[in-house]
């Protein structure tokens, strides 16, 4: 039997927890034998949803915790005084080791906040990014920083480059993953002061295939495995991307609907589009991974379903098995320190 991956849960955290999010749990077990769910959250609630369910019972344990950071409050002071939250005592499972992952559709500046106090970055990292999977016309693409870093600097923007590559390498499978920083145009010389600085760096990094700027609306095509900026920028993309997306969906939808000939033809299609929509689908990407921490914390949406959740879970297997923190460590030393006050 493969070695366990023990991923602890926040079971409290996001619009349907705890039922989506223990149901998730549920499905991961179901499907992978090589993993362990710590769930973290009120024992009595949790004890009470997992009761509607079979699974292997070894596979799924409860770590009690009284207290629950909301969505509203205030990142920093709930990781500080809620000491006994879920999302604290599952980043304290994975300080400890006891503990592989983390997984959360709790508190985004929580999670964030939390990783870095409590679980700490990998030395030689100047700035965890949050990298999310986005779809595109040649398959996922990681969009990296999407939200954790509003305000970068050029040697943050080559490590988030360094550390993309290696995660799309060896967890997603892409053998020398393109990367490009995103630009209002092709031209070295176009760009703000951050990318004009960042692009000769980029360019003289050994390790990664850096093939130049990425435009906006070449993301969807596929243009590049690994697409590079700070988090103001992916945060805006991602967003775009999601409201976009859904637009589409529901235009597409009524379309179909609007007369009888047009619903003979939805019916005839429904099979290839259905197919195709998948592969749009955010829940079958799972979480984003906040890279270059000492252990793996992986953010998924909030209104997570246990789709999502489920997927979050087994993604992380992947990360254990190829020593995902070890491979952005050696990467990050090999880089001169440029930025030594941060």
Do not use: W
Request: include cysteine; glycine fraction near 10%; aromatic fraction near 4%.
């Amino acid at each position: 039997m493969s070695e366990m991956t023990r991923v602890a849960l926040d079971a409290m955290g996001g619009d349907h927890a705890p039922g989506e999010i223990i149901k998730g749990a549920v499905e991961a077990v179901q499907k992978r034998k090589d993993i362990k769910v710590l769930l973290t959250g009120r024992e009595e609630v949790l004890k009470k949803a997992l009761s509607a369910y079979t699974y292997p019972e070894g596979q799924i344990e409860i770590v009690n915790a009284t207290e629950v950071i909301q969505t509203a409050e205030p990142p920093v002071a709930a990781v500080r005084s809620k000491r006994d939250s879920s999302i604290v005592a599952a980043m304290k499972l994975v300080k400890r080791g006891e503990a592989d992952a983390f997984v959360s559709a709790g508190n985004s500046g929580a999670v964030l906040a939390g990783g870095q106090i409590l679980i700490g970055k990998i030395k030689g990292v100047e700035r965890a990014p949050l990298a999310p999977l986005i779809p595109t016309a040649k398959g996922a693409a990681l969009l990296i920083d999407c939200g954790a870093n509003v305000d970068a600097r050029p040697s943050h923007l080559v490590q988030f480059a360094q550390m993309g590559s290696i995660y799309m390498e060896h967890v997603i499978g892409k053998k020398n993953p393109t990367v490009g920083i995103v630009n209002i145009g092709a031209e070295e010389e176009k760009g703000n002061a951050l990318v004009k600085e960042t692009f000769p760096l980029l360019k003289a990094c050994k390790g990664i295939n850096f093939v130049g700027s990425v435009e906006a609306r070449d993301i969807p095509s596929g243009a590049v495995d690994v697409v590079v900026c700070e988090a103001f920028v992916g945060n805006v993309i991602l967003k775009l991307y999601e409201g976009v997306g859904g637009t589409l969906i529901k235009k597409i939808k009524a379309s179909m609907m609007t007369s009888p000939r047009s619903k003979i033809g939805a019916l005839l299609v429904k099979p290839a589009l259905k197919a195709t929509l998948k592969d749009f689908d955010a829940s079958e990407y799972g979480g984003a991974p906040l890279l270059g921490l000492k252990g793996l914390v992986v953010k998924t949406h909030g209104s997570s379903t246990a789709k999502e959740v489920c997927t979050s879970i087994i993604q992380c297997v992947a990360f254990k098995k190829h020593n995902i923190s070890e491979k952005i460590q050696a990467a990050v030393q090999k880089t001169p320190d440029e930025d030594q006050g941060q």
